[in-house]
């Protein structure tokens, strides 16, 4: 099926016009302190936060309030983020359910407990972590947000293109038609070289979501507007659960000729003194360089988009911006190439460590 | 002056990653060059190296942007 040329190009058009847009939504420039900090423009757009910050107008903030769900000695409380007023300095309360909470740089905390030194001084590690002044927090964020709205968007997309084969026997064409080399893609360049002809059916769902459900979230990173922004795939916790995905499946998939050539490596004696601590090692860095190498690119795409754009507000000046923009643009069409290919690194790299599992003896 | 540090460490970083990237791309070249029906295929997997190479140099940004 071949793709009418026209469409392309309404299609790049589009794209490089949405990306020349980066610049005009970067508005959050705070007027009290008169000097452009641009740490604070990168953190809110990295940092997932309780609310979704759309636009400012008039110097107020426009924001659309997710809920905040939690869970307390008091059981499950829910309410609108919009109840913390936009503070992210400790000091609006609110009260719900018989608990009083604030919060304090995007972590809600049991008021009467908040204690700002104690949190300035736990490492930036071990702070999401502050159980016995935090409730469990399970709000819908803005990185949770965007999620669902890449499952939202997953469903539509492979929903359609199934109805087509349930239809009729040709070749697809259109949606169908668009998605179903990109399934063989991932089939015969992926799976099949990696895991082998025999066993790969078992782990084409898994490869397809990691596949699409990571290009999908890269994606929905680089489009600056609402209700498309949410930083996902940059956020390291969402990075290393699919990371343990893929972990817990190539443990659980793993055959005896695996776990032989870990703990019993086929080399002399004096050798595997060495080699069977190295190999356990390298169970658990493989996953973490997957984690790692996809959060670190995503979050070094952004940061780069985002310092360009602040260049045009620390020099204060209108001339900056046609090289900014410019500049913003090459970094964007680089970032989609980044984004498929991150979503490429990790499955390929996935369906190699599962193939490693179950590989027969040779 | 950590901050500091932490810039220099990842400048170090990223001349290590240009340096290795550079290298896959020149052999790459060199190899499309005497032969040009495999072209496709060198191309792709001197993709996936340069890829894994960037993951390498990010984990140094990365702990430098932890300091």
Redesign the interface.
Known sequence: MRIAPQFLRSILLFGLIVFSFQATFAQEIEEESGKFDPKELINGHVWDAHEFHIADWNGHPITLGLPVILWTDNGLTTFSSTRFQHDNSGEVVVEENGNKFVRYKEHIFYADKFDKEKFEETS??ARPFMYEDRPLDFSITKAVFSMFLTVVILLLIFGFSARHYKKNKRAPRGLAGFIEPLILFVRNDIAIPNIGENKYQKYMPLLLTIFFFIWVNNLIGLIPFFPFSGNVTGNIIFTMIMALFVFIVTIFSGNKYYWGHILNPPVPAPLKVLMIPIEIVGMFTKPF?LM??L???IT?GHIIILSLVGLIFIFESAMVSPVSILFVLFMSVLELLVAA??AY?FT?LAALFIGQAVEEAH | MTGTLAAIGAGLAVIGAGFGIGKIGGAAMDAMARQPEAAGKIQTAM??AA??V??VA??A??VAL?A
């Open positions: 930036t590690l360089a790692v190498r959060f670190a690119n070094a290919l991150q690194v390929l | 993709i996936i890829a894994l960037e993951g990010l984990f940004v990365v932890i």
